[in-house]
């Protein structure tokens, strides 16, 4: 079972304009940088994209906001990006925006086989507005719909050609639940490596969830925010 | 005068007990974590998938895959685990965070907060700040009891669209410290150099001051 | 005569397609796993937490930690992964398992299944079958076309407790082969030696027979 | 933040007669053998067992059976125990059946703090008798309740004194999602290392999730079904 493509143009092949995208990573952090270059070559459009942060003006998803590729954005926290700032206000862009955590469970219930679930956050704020409530054990919640995409889009640190795949530190974030919500899911990673080389009991996302996976390249993994202290 | 942002997280320290597991939201909640008693062992959880977040990393030695919450660079403690954000959000959801501080732009005296957008000025987004105070058990807020312009951020209702409902449990400004209990803020501790007088006349929302309020010892 | 145990093993591994996720039942399902053909490659699931299920492993080297869903020993094999019971039957709710292959009771010929419990007699419960049944996208019955008692199996509403409910879609018997559509059992193979008039004799649910019903091939 | 005690009886100490416990396991593969054996010595009884299976007659839950201390059994298959069977049949043991997948999702929403979720399996069945149905997309399912616990008990492989935990090949199976579960938590580990010696990318259950953990001894590990090829 080889799911292994060339190159990022290749796995994105499938991808056309107005689908619907998911694409792993908090802010910069877990980034598929190569399948999101392929996409700007490839200039697909009129996307909807499911990612918590939306990128930085000129890296991550900025560069597709740049070529204004994305109709709309479901995400949690977008600041740092001026020119998605600009499209927002100038309406231009769709933009939901959901709680971190729900939009989490939302996209991990699809993976799950969940149609829905009952999550807590937002009661009683605007992000309540239209939706179901209902209290259990006294406790108000919201109806959330688990979240579906045409493809999902995730980076991992190693992979293997049955598509299995191992994360590195935060940068694992919301990788593994899209991973699960993709109709095709989409894994680039820094280092494919032989099958059998990863110890079955350390896999994160077990391949059955990828579809094509391939080794990418020339990462610049950018650091939003370099803090650092001295020695001593 | 009232204290400095350092101040307000140095107050905050003291809140923590031993086992705590504890959520730093961005800003001054962050500058906790620079004041933890000796003696007292709490794990910071950050909620990108974290448990056991260490302190900035030596210069040179930062690691784009290992950041905070904010973004920041960090590092891992022994005994750090990492987990996906659904993980994530699910222990806090479950209870498991003891407690949770973060910022606010504005805490009504019912315990409502708003701190994630401005109508027309400001698109941010809520980030896990929505999850994080629906959940955890005891939330305190950190921040300065008034706005730029000299208004009050202690209010009867919030006027900024609400993170959450009946969540906060505390607040402590650059002037005092502030359980909220049903009558509203309840001061338990003025800022040193800070009167009383000072804290009605900048607190909008319904104020209790009892007979013992003290002066805030570090 | 009819095929034995193996034999309908045999017949249904040629249901298997190249890249299928497969997760077969205990009984004659796990048997199908012995006769899956040249050039087709199959990743084996057991819902107890494993996909690539490998062959069982050679004596003396049994380990209490790795067992099926039936609770046999057995082994892993390269790219194998494990993982909890959420994430196992996260999988199979999802779809994301193409091929189900499981015994029954009784398969009504709407596609309802019974294989769980026999009121008064029998109440092992009902394992992870109702989950597979339930999500399964593909679901092949294998199972004697009669019970002991020489009564079909096959029939037009199940007696005892349903497992699931118009979700089978293939049903593999000593006697022949049968797809399940709109107007019932459509017999598409017959077992070599068995006539059609012994299927039309012991099917007691609404039975279709093509005129061009083949023997079956191995 | 040091979680360990000494042993399973002093893990087990705040149990009480009519508690309702979650206990780990898949058969006989990965279950807590000495909190069990801790029980069968405390005596309690009146208990309410969440747990995949009820052991064999003379090993695992089993044990807990023959003392009657079980009241009533929460489980997904409870085959190959002559006792439970009788106690069953007499009337002197509840039980609930409940399919393997909901039983495991309904720990895990219980650790994710979700108080229901919508569940495909047993709709159309006696399962669903009782239970709210609703349609998502064309399909039936049953809303399905969290589990709560006032204890939960697990067996890991390797765990540390702040309760992370990594559990062997398919010894994992129910014991991560009741780890998240139980009011308390309890975790035997069959090696108890030193804090930093688990990498943090490869904890299965982090020690947030645990109380009491302490180093577990004399593991039987039965094989229910001992299956083997021979060489060549």
């Given at each position: 079972?080889?799911?292994?493509?060339?190159?990022?143009?290749?796995?994105?092949?499938?991808?056309?304009?107005?689908?619907?995208?998911?694409?792993?990573?908090?802010?910069?952090?877990?980034?598929?940088?190569?399948?999101?270059?392929?996409?700007?070559?490839?200039?697909?459009?009129?996307?909807?994209?499911?990612?918590?942060?939306?990128?930085?003006?000129?890296?991550?998803?900025?560069?597709?906001?740049?070529?204004?590729?994305?109709?709309?954005?479901?995400?949690?926290?977008?600041?740092?990006?001026?020119?998605?700032?600009?499209?927002?206000?100038?309406?231009e862009l769709e933009v939901e925006l959901i709680p971190q955590g729900t939009l989490a469970t939302r996209c991990m219930a699809s993976g799950y086989g969940m149609p829905a679930v009952y999550l807590l956050a937002g009661v009683g704020t605007e992000?309540?507005?239209?939706?179901?409530?209902?209290?259990?054990?006294?406790?108000?919640?919201?109806?959330?719909?688990?979240f579906d995409s045409d493809f999902a889009i995730v980076k991992a640190w190693k992979g293997d050609a049955q598509g299995n795949l191992v994360f590195k530190d935060t940068a694992r974030n919301f990788n593994p639940m899209m991973a699960m919500a993709g109709k095709i899911t989409i894994a680039e990673v820094e280092e494919l490596v032989p099958v059998g080389e990863l110890h079955p009991?350390?896999?994160?996302?077990?391949?059955?969830?990828?579809?094509?996976?391939?080794?990418?390249?020339?990462?610049?993994?950018?650091?939003?925010?370099?803090?650092?202290?001295?020695?001593? | 005068?009232?204290?400095?942002?350092?101040?307000?997280?140095?107050?905050?320290?003291?809140?923590?007990?031993?086992?705590?597991?504890?959520?730093?939201?961005?800003?001054?909640?962050?500058?906790?974590?620079?004041?933890?008693?000796?003696?007292?062992?709490?794990?910071?959880?950050?909620?990108?998938?974290?448990?056991?977040?260490?302190?900035?990393?030596?210069?040179?030695?930062?690691?784009?895959?290992?950041?905070?919450?904010?973004?920041?660079?960090?590092?891992?403690?022994?005994?750090?685990?990492?987990?996906?954000?659904?993980?994530?959000?699910?222990?806090?959801?479950?209870?498991?965070?003891?407690?949770?501080?973060?910022?606010?732009?504005?805490?009504?005296?019912?315990?409502?907060?708003?701190?994630?957008?401005?109508?027309?000025?400001?698109?941010?987004?809520?980030?896990?700040?929505?999850?994080?105070?629906?959940?955890?058990?005891?939330?305190?807020?950190?921040?300065?009891?008034?706005?730029?312009?000299?208004?009050?951020?202690?209010?009867?209702?919030?006027?900024?669209?609400?993170?959450?409902?009946?969540?906060?449990?505390?607040?402590?400004?650059?002037?005092?410290?502030?359980?909220?209990?049903?009558?509203?803020?309840?001061?338990?501790?003025?800022?040193?150099?800070?009167?009383?007088?000072?804290?009605?006349?900048?607190?909008?929302?319904?104020?209790?001051?009892?007979?013992?309020?003290?002066?805030?010892?570090?």
């Amino acid at each position: 079972m080889n799911k292994v493509v060339a190159n990022a143009d290749e796995a994105i092949k499938g991808i056309e304009s107005g689908m619907t995208l998911m694409l792993g990573g908090f802010g910069l952090c877990g980034i598929p940088e190569n399948c999101i270059a392929a996409l700007v070559r490839k200039g697909v459009n009129n996307l909807t994209c499911i990612s918590n942060n939306a990128g930085v003006d000129d890296f991550g998803i900025g560069l597709m906001l740049q070529q204004k590729q994305v109709k709309k954005m479901i995400s949690s926290y977008v600041g740092e990006n001026a020119e998605f700032e600009r499209q927002l206000l100038s309406g231009e862009l769709e933009v939901e925006l959901i709680p971190q955590g729900t939009l989490a469970t939302r996209c991990m219930a699809s993976g799950y086989g969940m149609p829905a679930v009952y999550l807590l956050a937002g009661v009683g704020t605007e992000v309540a507005e239209g939706k179901e409530v209902r209290n259990f054990n006294g406790k108000d919640y919201l109806l959330e719909y688990a979240f579906d995409s045409d493809f999902a889009i995730v980076k991992a640190w190693k992979g293997d050609a049955q598509g299995n795949l191992v994360f590195k530190d935060t940068a694992r974030n919301f990788n593994p639940m899209m991973a699960m919500a993709g109709k095709i899911t989409i894994a680039e990673v820094e280092e494919l490596v032989p099958v059998g080389e990863l110890h079955p009991n350390e896999i994160h996302t077990p391949g059955i969830y990828v579809h094509h996976i391939f080794q990418g390249k020339d990462y610049e993994k950018r650091i939003e925010q370099r803090t650092t202290r001295k020695k001593n | 005068m009232g204290l400095n942002k350092e101040q307000i997280a140095q107050r905050i320290a003291k809140e923590l007990q031993n086992g705590f597991y504890v959520n730093l939201g961005i800003g001054i909640p962050t500058l906790v974590a620079n004041y933890i008693p000796d003696g007292v062992n709490v794990v910071l959880q950050s909620e990108n998938g974290l448990l056991g977040m260490g302190p900035f990393p030596f210069e040179g030695e930062e690691d784009a895959d290992l950041i905070n919450a904010g973004k920041q660079t960090i590092t891992t403690l022994p005994g750090s685990a990492f987990f996906d954000s659904a993980m994530s959000f699910g222990m806090i959801r479950a209870g498991k965070v003891d407690l949770t501080v973060l910022g606010a732009m504005e805490v009504a005296d019912n315990g409502d907060i708003a701190n994630w957008k401005i109508p027309g000025k400001m698109v941010k987004g809520m980030g896990g700040a929505m999850d994080l105070v629906a959940a955890a058990k005891n939330i305190i807020v950190a921040m300065q009891h008034t706005n730029p312009k000299g208004e009050s951020k202690l209010l009867s209702k919030c006027t900024l669209p609400l993170t959450g409902i009946k969540c906060v449990k505390k607040v402590v400004t650059d002037l005092g410290v502030f359980d909220i209990i049903a009558d509203g803020f309840r001061c338990l501790e003025h800022a040193p150099g800070v009167t009383l007088d000072e804290i009605k006349a900048k607190t909008a929302g319904r104020l209790v001051i009892d007979d013992d309020v003290k002066e805030m010892v570090f």
